[in-house]
DNA sequence: GGGCGCGCCTGACCTGGATCATGGCAATGC
DNA sequence: GCATTGCCATGATCCAGGTCAGGCGCGCCC
């Protein structure tokens, strides 16, 4: 992780306290909480946790180029990264929210294939990847855990290239986000989009007048409502019927 | 892998002989030879290689929901896998050359989230991929293998994700495969396009007669020579220019 | 308060590529 | 030799979404 170092907050590493809890969106944790692993173990694993941040928003976290060495959990915010063409145009590539892991794409050319900037206020759980590689040789389930992990990434990617209508791919953006948040605890039905109308639709390869549109168009339906940045949906069903090619369900 | 059993060929668990060259193209021996280990170790591997198919043209590899428990890579021929949407339509995910693995997207839910099938005859190197893991704990190695491996499948997908024009994403799809031949030692100039000009489609998120069209035009301009399924490209610096967003480079 | 900039919306128009229809050509089978 | 089938090419037309232009409202700073 290059760019800005954390400022303040948290200490760098994790004590040793018992207090698993500490950082309950941080998906390792939880992850091997789900693996059955000992508190003793745990501790293993917290050493190489660092808590970073926070990032205002526009702050990049790390940038095109940039010697990888640690990949990230979300703990608060959102990170989106982007390319940028050579017109200089950007591409975004994914939006993360709390609890989702940044960086996984660096690993094969140990740098960061791309720009991780801060949508809004952002902390991070930073884990170095040559610390966690080890642990994981001595841990079978974590080692598991970053295959799962790495493998679901490569499904993700996939579903943006299909050929899909704008309103398939607006609906399913929306569907995305509200399954996302609603395993975080958050709202299924009620959040906030922390990105601007051309983020989305640099994100889904549509103009941002087409998003606008679309939103229009899905509000006149009575499927969503939107104010702004708040965003209700009133009509899961049918957004998820609209969604159903996009993210396979 | 379920579908069809290997018929014939050779012996499904590879003996012990020295000869490591057998299967110059099973992109794990060469990955580890590259990793510097010794014989010894190589022939642990070499326990867990399995050599089946041939498939022929046609057959399936596997199928989508199959339980997974194999990755895959190519000796021979050319896999393509894909996912039918809901109205029954193919989607093209890609297709796999001599040395690519098929499989990696299956980890993360335990079963293959796309079907696969061979577009001429297909020999595979099988890789239980329990063992692999269990023996990836103990070889360093080949774990940062798999990483690399599973990192850099996230970023192929995304390529095809962008916003780009017929003309881009065709020239892009001819330089991808004479860089991946070449690669593995074929001609980078000249080679036989194994799939139809749907599949192309299919897979560019194109209609066919656009590939077509697409061809001609290429043709016309004098970057390319295409004669049914032969090619040969006689401009390549011409195409990588097109070429050059989608690609990143 | 007033100017300014940015995000967002909306309408008018344009265009790249899809779709539809047709025909050619090579391989295969009878 | 002739029919069939699959793949490919090409022309005519259509349309989803891009592009361009204008306008509005909110927050910010002087």
Redesign the pocket.
Same mark, same amino acid.
Request: aromatic share 6%; net charge positive; glycine share 4%.
């Given at each position: 992780m290059s760019g800005p170092r954390p400022r303040q907050g948290r200490p760098a590493i994790a004590d040793d306290g018992d207090d698993l809890s500490f950082c309950s969106t941080c998906a390792f944790s939880s992850a091997c909480l789900q693996s059955g692993y000992g508190k003793s173990q745990l501790r293993d694993l917290h050493v190489l946790v660092e808590h970073i941040g926070p990032f205002a928003e526009g702050e990049h976290v790390f940038r095109e180029g940039d010697p990888f060495n640690a990949i990230a959990a979300v703990r608060a915010g959102t990170v989106k990264t982007y390319v940028a063409d050579s017109e200089g145009r950007e591409q975004v590539q994914g939006f993360y929210l709390p609890g989702e892991i940044i960086g996984l794409n660096a690993i094969s050319q140990a740098r960061y294939p791309c720009n991780a900037v801060a949508m809004d206020p952002v902390s991070l759980c930073r884990f170095s990847f040559s610390t966690m590689s080890e642990l994981a040789s001595r841990m079978p389930g974590l080692q598991q855990q970053l295959f799962v992990l790495l493998s679901q990434d490569i499904g993700k990617a996939a579903l943006l290239a299909g050929?899909?209508?704008? !309103?398939?791919?607006v609906a399913a953006f929306l569907i995305s986000l509200s399954q996302r948040y609603a395993t975080r605890g958050f709202s299924a039905d009620r959040f906030r989009?922390t990105?601007?109308?051309?983020?989305?639709?640099n994100y889904?390869?549509?103009?941002? !007048?087409?998003?606008?549109?679309?939103?229009?168009h899905l509000q006149d339906e009575g499927f969503i409502r939107?104010?702004?940045?708040e965003i209700e949906l009133t009509g899961r069903l049918a957004l998820e019927k609209l969604a159903r090619n996009v993210l396979r369900m």
């Open positions: 050929n899909y209508t704008a !309103e398939e791919r989009l990105m601007t109308r051309t983020d989305i639709g889904l390869r549509l103009a941002s !007048e087409t998003v606008s549109r679309v939103f229009r939107v104010d702004r940045r």
